[in-house]
């Protein structure tokens, strides 16, 4: 029969085995045998504090483990991991007493449960405990309202909503009115910004909770993040500012949803908690990188591979060699990138769907957005046609990205007519994008897509059609910035680079070279990047005429071709050197 009331066994096991290390292994450096640590493990016999603090020393917890280990001869109710508040909380019970202790440390017992199961990345066993502890507290709605919080950090399918969350989250809003107490006020807004977060996952009205759409979210966001006090608890402000930012993200630019990673990374930092601290980090390194700072970004990104080897946790590291792969990519080391694109990542994701850690069209459309950049970077787009890649695009297309990124490819694999077609019918949708978020790199695609058909030549009508609405909504995102796609999955270019081609569509190559100047800032820390920028400056360059243009435009299209060939980008280098045979073709 199990005893154990802390979570040390789970915790260790997890620790054990993410160390590589067997049960006799450990049990040799602590001094104890293996079947009584095999018992610890499994909860059936309680750790002393002299063992706890032995195996923490040995697997390197840095004070975890010893924290979960009571003193001998108590049962307290189990203590958080560092960082990690598990609240007493307490409702009035009938004629103003709360519920009963067994009861209450019972509750806290399953929520520590299932904040280390999160923390391990077993998100399948979370939700057991988190919805064990919900059912437990029934007739104490505060107690109810701090269970289905934890179980509203989940991951959710993106461009999904989680209707049957959301209901439980109104229902937990609905239980706490009239509670005027200071914890209920915070409990209410840890709801309503995760409540916000859900309803803004939909990408359109057609993947909405009814009438509730993404707009609707994000304006509940913006309300709450307005009620949200100063100078109030560190762990309210830490769960309204990480799900809030969520929500807003694809209504707020992206220089305010960076001063919101900000304020989220002084607060977490101050909480210390883990789970917010890791929220924290990745928040700022995706604004970073959305404001076009590389190498702020890079900074960001080694203390997250920090935080991921300290936690341990399998999530941590997925979305940490996402992160890598993202850099890899946007640099050039195609080959790293591919290791992890083609070798590594299937096995997390099988690793993780077979547990039901999160949602596995999360990992896939990750994967997958990597694997179409490569394929693109390294112009072996027809690829995508000839594999499964294809078909996973075409089963995501009610994500507009999807619909922008297979229309690219085939114009940029010699079916012109077809991904015209398809260009057109993407946008037709352009005005009911949101104004920032993932409609930015679905825009900036589309923009490649007509630098595509304006190459080619003989789509004068459909660009015609399409460059007016398109230089429209991207205009608030001209300068500095690069386009992101995913959270975070790929460096789509420079906003610039896409209005520049986008001008030079229009016939404006003048237009097109001031754009083009203000990319070559963010691209400068990308060769590829670069590479592909010269070749639309000799273009523009060609187009503009004037004296000197040729030799200019020459000497940028050497420049691109030698980049190109320097990083296997074979679509690049053809396409330079093609136009350095035509003199004067732009």
Known sequence: MAIEHDGFGAELRRRRIAAGMSLSELAGKVYCSRSFLSRVENGRRRASLELAQLCDEVLGAKGALAGLAPPPGTDTPPRPVRGETVRLVKSPGKNGRSAPAQERAEFLRLLRRGDLSHAAGEMREAERHYTAAY?????????????????????SDPGQVDRELLQS?????????????????????RLEAHLAKKMALAVSQDTAAGLAGPAEGARLAEDTLRRLPEDGDDEVRCEVLTECRWARYDFMSAPDSLDLSERLRETAARHDSAYFRGEALMAVAIDQLRNGRIFSALATANQYRKHAADT????????????DALLDLWH????????????????????????????????????????????????????????????????????????????????????????????????????????????????????????AL?????????????????????????????????????????????????????????????????????????????????????????????????????????????????????????????????????
């Not at 590291?317 to 992160?323: D, F, G, M, S």
């Not at 398809?422 to 897509?449: K, Q, T």
Request: aromatic letters at 6%.
């Open 169 to 189: 989250i109104k229902g937990c809003l609905a239980a706490l009115e009239g509670d005027n107490g200071s914890e209920a006020a915070g409990l209410r807004l």
């Open 135 to 155: 059912r437990g507290a029934a007739g104490d709605p505060r107690a109810q309202a701090e269970a289905v919080i934890r179980l509203a950090r989940r991951w």
């Open 312 to 323: 341990q946790s399998v999530l941590a590291r997925w979305q940490r060699h996402t992160l």
């Open 454 to 586: 304006d190459l080619e030549g003989g789509f004068e009508a459909e660009l015609a059609q399409a460059v007016p609405s398109l230089r429209a909504r991207l205009a608030p995102h001209d300068g500095g910035q690069i386009a992101l796609g995913g959270w975070p999955t790929v460096l789509v270019g420079p906003t610039a680079r896409a209005c520049g081609l986008l001008a030079l569509a229009a016939g404006e190559p003048e237009t097109a070279l001031d754009h083009f100047r203000q990319a070559a800032v963010p691209a400068r820390s990308s060769q590829p990047e670069l590479a592909g920028l010269r070749l639309a400056q000799a273009r523009a360059t060609r187009r503009a005429g004037g004296p000197g243009s040729e030799p200019h435009a020459v000497r940028l299209l050497r420049e691109a071709a030698r980049g190109a060939e320097t990083y296997g980008m074979t679509s690049l280098k053809a396409q330079s050197l093609a136009l350095l045979e035509e003199p004067g073709r732009g």
């Open 332 to 451: 050039g080391r195609f080959g790293a990138a591919a290791e992890w694109i083609f070798v590594e990542s299937p096995k997390f994701i099988e690793l993780l769907r077979a547990d039901y850690a999160v949602p596995a069209d999360n990992l896939t459309q990750t994967r997958l957005g990597q694997a179409y950049w490569l394929l693109r970077q390294q112009g072996r787009l027809a690829e995508l046609f000839t594999s499964d890649l294809a078909g996973d695009v075409e089963r995501h297309a009610y994500f507009p990205v999807w619909r922008a990124g297979l229309a690219l490819a085939l114009c940029e694999t010699g079916q012109h007519a077809e991904g015209a077609d398809l260009f057109l019918g993407c946008v037709a949708d352009v005005d009911r994008f949101p104004p920032s978020g993932w409609a930015v790199p679905a825009l900036v695609l589309l923009a490649e897509g007509c630098a």
